[in-house]
């Protein structure tokens, strides 16, 4: 099935950091994780309409509809992001429902300037028709059948919705939050079956492009917990590409800012173990 609407947060033109080489990022809306070192909180949520954000918008460009619904003029939208800082919700007023079409029409813009897309979120498999639908019109296309097509995935899916996606996705970056399940919960609200299945079924299905762990201080990066998950992602698959992330404050919530950054040292000792346990491909950031 094609959805011809999605729900869009926003899209990045060009980044070299969302998958392998010069790529156009799309950041749907929704995630159904609640991470405590999520970096782009303000697309866990829908907006529920409440208002709250509707008064401090410096502009004065958001407003009521006839639906109750709070909408902004984007002509007028400065971005200056107070509407989302005083956010109760985790939401954003500014994200919107974006036919297919017209996604396909502002990456075309571009084709000539990028090798691949890849749609991010929030949660881009809760969107799966979408996506599914978006990757397909690119893979039809004389224009833009050149792109490469990738998710950034919390791993949640099923297989059932990854078996939409294989058809018309070149790869998936997922991350690894824990793979203690009672950590994992700790860290994102949910436990972990659903996402070691997904990374165990990409790799079977050559579409796991990268796992990504972000090592949070006090968490998850003891050297003993990154060696055993270090073991485990080797024994799915030897070929495994690892990126280690250290955890930075920028973007996270007010209540998580507590939680230290990374230390440069910790992170590099962490890295020696990951290589020691067999895995050649490390990228460390
Ligand atoms: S963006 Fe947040 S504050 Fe604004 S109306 Fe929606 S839920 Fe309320
Ligand atoms: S980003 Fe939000 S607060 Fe700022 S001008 Fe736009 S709608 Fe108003």
Aim: charged content about 25%.
């Amino acid at each position: 099935m094609r959805a011809a609407q999605g729900h869009l947060n926003d899209v990045i033109r060009f980044s070299a950091v969302d998958g392998p080489g010069n790529r156009f990022v799309v950041f749907l809306q929704g995630c159904n994780f609640d991470c405590i070192a999520c970096h782009n909180p303000y697309t866990i949520n829908e907006c529920d309409s409440c208002g709250v954000c509707v008064e401090p918008c410096p502009e004065m460009v958001l407003w009521f509809d006839g639906r109750h619904q709070v909408v902004v003029d984007d002509d007028q939208c400065t971005d200056c992001g107070i509407c989302i800082d005083v956010c109760p919700s985790d939401s954003t007023p500014l994200s919107k429902m974006v036919e297919l079409d017209d996604l396909l029409g502002r990456i075309e813009e571009v084709s000539h300037f990028i090798s691949g897309i890849t749609v991010s979120g929030g949660e881009p498999t809760l969107q799966a028709d979408y996506v599914a639908g978006l990757f397909c019109s690119l893979k039809c296309s004389d224009k833009l059948g050149h792109l490469t097509t990738f998710v950034d995935s919390n791993g949640s899916a099923d297989r059932e919705t990854w078996d939409r996606l294989l058809p018309v996705m070149d790869g998936a970056m997922v991350d690894l939050k824990a793979l203690d399940p009672g950590t994992h919960k700790e860290m994102t609200g949910v436990d972990n079956a659903a996402v070691l299945d997904s990374i165990r079924y990409l790799a079977e299905w050559q579409r796991l492009y990268e796992v990504r762990l972000l090592m949070v201080p006090g968490k998850n990066d003891s050297p003993e917990v990154v060696e055993r998950t270090a073991r485990w992602l080797f024994d799915v698959d030897p070929e495994m590409r690892i990126k280690l992330i250290g955890f930075r404050q920028h973007g996270v919530r007010p209540q998580f800012s507590h939680i230290p950054e990374a230390e440069a040292a910790h992170i590099e000792s962490l890295a020696e173990i990951i290589k020691k346990v067999g895995i050649k491909e490390l990228v460390v950031v």
